[in-house]
């Protein structure tokens, strides 16, 4: 049976057409029905428009259908306010759905302050859970993904919401990346017991004596990358910090490639030879092949993408949520938190 995905219609910078295009693409790949939440007179026509485009063959139309939200969050919006100003925004119309179980989860491109607000009062934590972590999914020399997680939830952290997040992540990353036994890392700035912050020293003897987990202690941020470690944990401030520092390198290097590849005839024609090996390269680096971060930690399934999201990473937002949900993560973290 196709799985349920309610889709914040009024999330990104450009919205609402890359979340239709997405939605589009969503029920055209994937076994999905798409609900768009936002205001109906706006998501209607915009719906009907991408529709009759010459790109979507008209022979079969895609399971989406729009629920009427009469207001949104904007980027631009103090997240807090707008939570409680705005009781009828998409975010939470979507969120409710959720908890009221009319759909298997939500994703937003939408205020990732403003969705982790809303996910906490609507839907509520998991038993066990102080505090929810955003999980980003980094690309490795192995070819396998590391999870990186807090990634901006929670700035400030003590050493049990950090165990909560190894256990979260863990479990994750086993039913959802389908990683047998993940390895577990802290990111700290040396692999010596005795090297980071009161916070990574205080946390590493509690990793060390979780059962069920494969800690393999203190890692670097360049282990981010090489695939030492399947999953990272650290606070909220250093993950945002190393996420956004990861995309902006990425950036950088996908940028300087090119210049490269075009600056003489040699290069160029070499770049016409290497267009599909440079093509996987962007694909690898391509924050819209990820889809989104996974909330974990509230009680159903909420994503969160970037407000720049294109189509698809619209439509591998709605790929997450729909395996989320489909793999039954959150009942796999509680039943390991009573353990732990």
């Known amino acids: 049976m196709p799985i349920d995905i309610v889709v914040d219609g009024m999330g990104s910078d450009r919205a609402p057409e890359p979340e239709i295009r997405g939605a589009i693409l969503a029920c055209r790949h994937l076994d ?93 934590m998991l038993a066990g859970v102080h505090r929810p972590a955003l999980a980003a999914i980094l690309p490795t020399a192995t070819g396998g ?16 919401n950090l165990v909560q997040f190894a256990v979260m992540g863990h479990m994750y990353a086993r039913n959802v990346l389908w990683i047998q036994d993940p390895r577990v890392g802290l990111l700290s700035i040396g692999e010596e017991d005795s090297k980071g912050n009161a916070l990574t020293r205080d946390t590493l003897p509690l990793l060390r004596g979780l059962p069920g987990i494969d ?14 470690a399947d999953v990272a944990v650290c606070d909220g401030f250093v993950g945002n910090v190393a996420l956004k520092t990861c995309e902006g390198t990425a950036k950088l290097v996908r940028v300087l490639l090119r210049e490269a ?61 729909a395996e989320f949900a489909h793999a039954e993560v959150n009942s796999a973290i509680e039943s390991a938190l009573l353990t732990a």
């Open 261 to 321: 590849l075009k600056s003489t005839v040699t290069s160029q024609v070499g770049a016409l030879l290497s267009r599909r090996a440079f093509n996987d390269f962007k694909k690898r680096l391509d924050y819209s092949e990820y889809g989104g971060a996974p909330l974990l930690g509230v009680r159903g399934v909420c994503i969160v993408g970037h407000g720049s999201s294109n189509e698809k990473a619209i439509m591998n937002g709605i790929r997450v949520a």
């Open 145 to 160: 993904p590391t999870l990186l997680l807090d990634v901006g939830a929670n700035v400030d952290c003590d050493p049990d």
């Open 32 to 124: 999905v029905r798409v609900h768009l939440a936002g205001p109906e007179e706006i998501l209607r026509p915009a719906l009907d428009r991408a529709l009759r485009a010459p790109r979507w063959p008209m022979s079969a139309e895609p399971a989406i259908d729009v629920v009427h939200a009469s207001e949104w969050i904007s980027m631009d919006d103090k997240a807090a306010q707008a939570v409680r100003a705005k009781r009828d925004s998409s975010m939470r119309v979507g969120l409710r759905m959720v908890r009221e179980g009319a759909v298997r989860g939500f994703f937003t491109a939408g205020n990732t302050g403003a969705a982790m607000a809303t996910a906490k009062m609507v839907l509520g």
């Open 215 to 228: 800690f393999i202690g203190n890692i670097e941020g360049r282990d981010l990358f090489n695939g030492r």
